[in-house]
């Protein structure tokens, strides 16, 4: 808590510099939502300059607080106050908002301007990364913490949340979850201001927030978000609320100091207009013809609460000195961690722990898990309410609960679109390689999660089982078909689907060290066959993402590609096409973005630019394979929903079977062959 002492006239003039800061923003952009930073404001100053714990010198100081600003619209409230307190944002970053290769892009992104934690601007997402990121700091606290020092898991979460975040149905989840779990380190501020895009809150929100957060386990406050004591006051008392989490609904008005657009729809997503900015000066005693204007006196009350916060920081790092001093092992294990170290010998370690059986190759991925669990101290995650089918559960570790941060097991219940914003929030806490599951038709549900992940570059991995028609009779409401090409439509994001014990190994082992963003690791709940002795291969045949599991002798008349559990059909349909006297070769593909990335010298080597007709098999939508080859290409997938029905039923109803793939290929040699006929004719 800041010691600077700021007069009431100075506090509403150090509000009315950032709510006029972007405001000047968004109309020399013409484009942004005003509304926004001019109703919060005099909240943000009030938390910045008396509560607030960062470093503009040091923004990933593991000390500080974590500010998400949920609205992402919003992002000029965010911009101005990082100028203001000495962040590398320059007023000409201010002015240059919206505009291309600026450090002040429409919505706050994460990795792109210093002091943004998160990128946001989905609603809904910041509110729950938020959450993440206070589940992670109280692990954070039991696992390094000792006697006397106390110094990491003592920041708190602040986030400004708006009404649209508290509509969409993740803030439930998340804010549910975070209740149960006692995550006293959370301070949300509900910018509750009764205003959406379509005019007041009435046409469709009329619920009682207040009652809706107790009844989560929340420590909720209700305050006039315009009168600063009362913040003060308000925000205090969420600091020293340690069990639950607080909301604080702080009553505002969008849109504050516009004569004509305040209170209203329009000041949410338009620039004011040229006469309203100036009227609204006006009315704030602000000179009307200065723009992007910081009065000394506010300069001086920043840059002096930013020196307050370096001695508090100085403080911090001698603290964080000694203990490293006195526990070096655990200061060596927290920066291993905070660098995702991974054990050299991992690829080895796995292809051991894997074993090589008859079995569904989600119980390979468990097995593999297991060993994460055992040599990655960062590994941590769960499942929404499936881990006894996804087999994530880590068996030698305790589930994480109520006061208990000391596990690995983190139960989500069945909210799958909080766990992967969760899981995105931990990773941006960073020390963690965080893990969530469920069966691969409910990705849908993640989606938004996933694509967030992509964007930030998180290595998040998302872990999905049941990952074909296979599941059989609980039917098509289960089975999943759209789903994988679904994923890999998603840019930046690493989609596994192995096809036995090896595969799935090297599969987590690519996954956890991949730096460039999410995994998507999907996974059979049927049986599939050991393929070991079929071809030679090596670990670096498999880590390349695509490579050739059984040959033919010479050149190949068809070239079978395969994911998952249907390269076991891809090889026995060779073995039918063989006795048709075609030479066949079979190509696995557990990861086709790796695949992608090889060298064209490497991929020309396994699908050859010489004339061969190419072939894909796989249990989904056949969207997504175009690019593989220059040749003619058949892909084998499905189009249409699944049937409720045992699942080998399914697959011959499907025509996944090795006779009806082997007749399909035959069939497509023979559209080829009338098609190359029908040319010579017409030439």
């Given at each position: 808590m800041s010691n600077i002492l700021v007069s009431n006239e100075l506090a509403k003039k150090a509000a009315n510099t950032i709510r006029l800061l972007a405001v000047d923003g968004i109309e020399k952009s013409n484009s942004g939502h005003p509304g926004l930073p001019m109703g919060m404001a005099d909240i943000a100053f009030v938390l910045w300059q008396k509560y607030l714990k960062f470093n503009p010198k040091n923004p990933n100081w593991a000390g500080r607080?974590?500010?998400?600003?949920?609205?992402?619209?919003?992002?000029?409230?965010?911009?101005?106050?990082?100028?203001?307190?000495?962040?590398?944002?320059?007023?000409?970053?201010?002015?240059?908002?919206?505009?291309?290769?600026?450090?002040?892009?429409?919505?706050?992104?994460?990795?792109?301007?210093?002091?943004?934690?998160?990128?946001?601007?989905?609603?809904?997402?910041?509110?729950?990364?938020?959450?993440?990121?206070?589940?992670?700091?109280?692990?954070?606290?039991?696992?390094?913490?000792?006697?006397?020092?106390?110094?990491?898991?003592?920041?708190?979460?602040?986030?400004?949340?708006?009404?649209?975040?508290?509509?969409?149905?993740?803030?439930?989840?998340?804010?549910?979850?975070?209740?149960?779990?006692?995550?006293?380190?959370?301070?949300?501020?509900?910018?509750?201001?009764?205003?959406?895009?379509?005019?007041?809150?009435?046409?469709?929100f009329s619920e009682d927030i207040d009652k809706r957060f107790q009844s989560y386990g929340w420590q909720t406050i209700s305050v006039n978000g315009h009168v600063h004591r009362s913040l003060e006051a308000a925000i205090e008392k969420g600091i020293n609320e340690t069990v639950k989490p607080t909301i604080i609904i702080a009553k505002t008005k969008i849109g504050f100091g516009s004569p004509k657009k305040q209170n209203t729809s329009s000041a949410h997503g338009s620039p004011l207009g040229t006469n309203e900015v100036k009227d609204t000066k006006i009315n704030l005693n602000w000179g009307p013809a200065a723009f992007f204007y910081v009065p000394t006196e506010i300069k001086e009350i920043c840059e002096a609460r930013v020196q307050e916060l370096e001695e508090e920081y100085d403080e911090w790092e001698s603290k964080y000195n000694q203990w490293a001093e006195q526990y070096p092992l655990l200061a060596e294990e927290r920066n291993k961690d905070l660098n995702n170290e991974l054990p050299e010998n991992l690829d080895d370690e796995l292809i051991k722990a894997v074993k090589n059986q008859t079995v569904a190759s989600r119980i390979m991925s468990g097995q593999a898990m297991q060993k994460i669990a055992e040599i990655v101290p960062t590994f941590i995650g769960g499942s929404a309410d499936l881990s006894p089918s996804t087999k994530t559960h880590l068996d030698n570790w305790d589930s994480i609960q109520p006061g208990k941060f000391n596990g690995k097991n983190i139960h989500f219940g069945i909210r799958e679109n909080a766990m992967g914003s969760i899981l995105n929030g931990m990773a941006l806490y960073g020390g963690f390689i965080p893990f969530g599951s469920t069966f691969l038709v409910f990705s849908d549900y993640m989606r938004p999660a996933i694509r967030m992940a992509a964007m930030m570059k998180l290595n998040v991995n998302f872990v999905f089982t049941h990952d074909s028609f296979h599941v059989g009779e609980d039917g098509p409401t289960h089975q999943p078909i759209e789903q994988i090409a679904s994923l890999r439509l998603i840019p930046n994001l690493t989609v596994f689907r192995p096809a036995d014990a090896m595969e799935t190994a090297l599969s987590w082992s690519m996954a956890?060290?991949?730096?460039?963003?999410?995994?998507?690791?999907?996974?059979?709940?049927?049986?599939?066959?050991?393929?070991?002795?079929?071809?030679?291969?090596?670990?670096?045949?498999?880590?390349?993402?695509?490579?050739i599991i059984s040959n033919s002798h010479k050149h190949p008349d068809i070239i079978l590609i395969a994911t998952g559990a249907e390269v076991d059909l891809a090889i026995d349909a060779k073995q039918i096409l063989e006795r048709q006297n075609y030479r066949v070769r079979v190509v696995s593909m557990p990861c086709l973005e790796i695949y992608k990335k090889q060298s064209l010298q490497y991929r020309n080597s396994i699908i050859p630019i010489q004339k061969c007709l190419v072939a894909v098999i796989e249990a989904g939508s056949p969207q997504g394979w175009q690019g593989i080859t220059w040749n003619p290409l058949h892909v084998i997938g499905i189009d249409k929903y699944g049937i409720s029905a045992p699942n080998n039923i399914v697959a011959e109803e499907l025509g996944f079977v090795t006779e009806k793939i082997a007749h399909e290929v035959d069939r497509f040699v023979g559209w080829i062959e009338d098609y190359d006929a029908l040319q010579e004719n017409e030439e």
């Open positions: 607080d974590r500010f998400i600003l949920s609205p992402g619209h919003g992002s000029m409230l965010l911009y101005s106050l990082l100028f203001l307190y000495g962040y590398d944002i320059t007023k000409d970053d201010l002015k240059e908002f919206r505009q291309f290769n600026s450090k002040t892009p429409g919505h706050p992104e994460h990795g792109h301007t210093p002091g943004v934690e998160v990128t946001t601007g989905p609603l809904g997402q910041g509110f729950a990364n938020g959450i993440g990121m206070a589940l992670a700091a109280k692990l954070s606290a039991k696992k390094y913490n000792r006697d006397n020092f106390e110094l990491f898991g003592k920041e708190n979460i602040f986030a400004f949340v708006s009404d649209g975040d508290l509509m969409e149905g993740l803030s439930s989840e998340a804010a549910s979850l975070a209740g149960h779990l006692e995550l006293g380190n959370l301070i949300y501020i509900y910018d509750c201001n009764n205003i959406t895009i379509e005019g007041n809150t009435n046409l469709t956890l060290r991949n730096t460039e963003g999410p995994n998507a690791l999907l996974f059979s709940r049927q049986k599939i066959r050991k393929l070991d002795g079929i071809n030679r291969r090596t670990i670096e045949d498999i880590k390349k993402g695509g490579y």
